[in-house]
């Protein structure tokens, strides 16, 4: 692949020229228009490519071929952060984005009550799943689409966007109608087809890292979901599988430095699905917005000891509440804030 960066003073015409000359070559264009400067991404798909010829045409300040696997996902291609507007926030801004509720979906109650606690603790966004990828086929496996129906209430009343897990490529369009936010979980990560169906969707995708995936693969899944054409990607550090077991997953706290060096896109940390047990909850989420995350997702429940998956990593609302508090000043040493 080649990025070529239009000069500041580049005309449309200039710019069409070297898209028509990319497509002329029988390659793919990703364009990206910053705020300063048009940016085009020119895929070869495996054909030798002429940068010299491109340097040469007109408003084209320089080309540079980008190495690394991932392109579109690349701070080459695109030095500035990806900010995208969810509900009335900014996501990738300077602003902390807060997601959080239930692992599931259990009931109409349910959701909607932990929809109010979350709102009133200052969360911006309600999480919960209505097609859960369970370990076990004997464990509860989500309300499906009458699961959607009560996070669509739940939004209804509360005001708050809503994100939830997809677990397969058929049912994107049916979940796109009732969430804002399409969740591609860790144990889907490199599910391609699906990938592929939410890249086309027009729904931000909240991407979560495979439990036991390299940087690299992670960000080459965000690649797919971006080359499909979908630019609302926000990547997902849940923490990983090492030989320590006596928390569920281990943080991986270096990923979100990496990620956000490595790429332009917002990262979201999950201390819940990361440390397993709601004691060290507080603890990984100081410490992702304290290493960059731009935001988090936090598993809350009411009544955490009934709750049918991922209870002993959940919240209490009043917890919750307390944690967003204690989050502002760790925002504010670092040059953010949490609305
Ligand atoms: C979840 O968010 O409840 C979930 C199943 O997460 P993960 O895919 O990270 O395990
Ligand atoms: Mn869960």
């Not at 990560?189 to 086309?200: F, K, P, R, S, T």
């Amino acid at each position: 692949m080649m990025i070529v960066i239009m000069q500041a003073s580049a005309t449309m015409r200039e710019k069409s020229a070297v898209i028509a000359w990319a497509e002329d070559a029988g390659c793919h264009v990703h364009l990206s228009e910053g705020n300063e400067r048009t940016v085009i991404g020119i895929v070869g798909n495996g054909r030798p490519l002429n940068k010299e010829q491109v340097e040469r045409m007109p408003g084209v300040e320089r080309v540079v071929s980008v190495l690394k696997p991932f392109k579109i996902a690349s701070r080459e291609f695109k030095p500035e952060n990806t900010t995208f507007p969810i509900g009335n926030h900014m996501v990738g801004g300077k602003g902390i984005i807060i997601m959080a509720g239930p692992c599931s979906v259990e009931s109409r109650s349910q959701i909607i009550e932990t929809a109010h606690a979350v709102k009133e603790a200052g969360a911006h966004i309600l999480r919960g799943g209505a097609f859960k990828p369970r370990t076990s086929p004997y464990s509860f496996q989500g309300l499906g689409e009458e699961g959607l129906k009560y996070l669509a209430e739940a939004r209804e009343e509360t005001g708050l966007p809503v994100v939830t897990e997809v677990m397969e490529p058929a049912l994107v369009p049916l979940v796109c109608e009732y969430a804002d936010i399409l969740q591609v979980g860790a144990r889907n990560m490199q599910n391609y087809a699906l990938l592929h169906a939410v890249g086309e969707s027009q729904h931000p995708v909240l991407l979560k890292r495979g439990m036991s995936s390299l940087i690299e693969e992670w960000l080459m899944c965000a690649e797919y979901i971006l080359s499909h054409g979908n630019t609302r990607v926000m990547l997902c550090e849940r923490g990983i599988r090492t030989f320590e077991k006596y928390t569920r997953n281990t943080f991986d706290i270096n990923a979100i430095a990496v990620a956000k060096h490595l790429s332009h896109l917002p990262v979201i940390a999950d201390p819940s699905h990361a440390t397993g047990r709601w004691e060290y909850v507080e603890a990984a989420a100081k410490a992702a917005v304290a290493a960059g995350a731009d935001g988090l997702i936090i598993e809350v429940h009411p009544r955490p000891e009934e709750a049918m998956s991922d209870g002993v990593q959940s919240l209490k609302p009043e917890r919750f509440a307390q944690l967003v508090r204690e989050m502002k000043a760790v925002a504010q040493a670092v040059g953010r804030d949490i609305e």
